[in-house]
């Protein structure tokens, strides 16, 4: 049950009193505002609700373990979503046993505000295009654009350079750019081939 008393305190407070303290209550009311954000971010990895479930689940309890070593030079949402993601990414490439394309080093890097090509992308479509690329590269496109996660802590939580977070992000881009054109070409055919048909 929602403790009404707890609304008004930010979330690094009730971190620190829940270390401070370890009563339930506290971390009850950090489940209580995170558990269906973290939920539909296991979603968007696995696409199955039962899965997304027990990654919600098994996230945490290992928050419980770690919630100490929170230090508040991120928000706490931050810091979280960092833990949401080692772990979606850590349980696909168990399963798939994904091996990681090692990068070239031959793109430009990328300015940090140059996300126009993204920001022109509707919803819906984006959502399906976003379902066809591997989820390590979908981790960063959410990391960066959906939670806006800087460049330094994409490259904290991933543990890699910020050269090659910035390398990453241009070739998830130009990835999910060039899905996104295909996918509204076939479309645009499909309504043509619709409108043909019906003139006939």
């Known amino acids: 049950m929602k403790n009404s008393k707890l609304k008004h ?64 030079s991120s928000k706490f949402s931050t810091w979280l979503y960092s833990i949401t993601y080692n772990f979606c990414m850590d349980q696909i490439r168990v399963n798939k046993k994904n091996v990681e394309v090692a990068l070239d080093g031959n793109y430009d890097i990328m300015d940090e505000n140059d996300d126009d090509d993204l920001s022109s992308m509707h919803g819906n479509q984006l959502s399906k295009t976003l379902e066809k690329i591997p989820s390590d590269e979908k981790a960063l496109i959410l990391m960066k654009y959906q939670d806006d996660f800087s460049i330094k802590e994409i490259a904290d939580t991933l543990k890699i350079t910020e050269s090659a977070v910035k390398m990453r992000l241009l070739r998830s881009k130009e990835k999910l750019r060039k899905l996104y054109l295909e996918n509204m070409v076939i479309f645009a055919l499909i309504v043509l081939k619709l409108i043909f048909f019906w003139k006939k």
Not at 42 to 64: M, P, R
């Open 9 to 72: 305190l930010k979330d690094e407070e009730l971190v620190a009193l829940y270390v401070d303290t370890q009563r339930n209550l506290y971390f009850e009311e950090i489940y209580e505002r995170y558990a269906n954000k973290v939920y539909r971010k296991c979603y968007s990895f696995v696409y199955n609700q039962a899965k997304a479930e027990d990654f919600t689940h098994d996230i945490f309890l290992k928050l419980i373990v770690k919630i100490g070593t929170f230090k508040e």
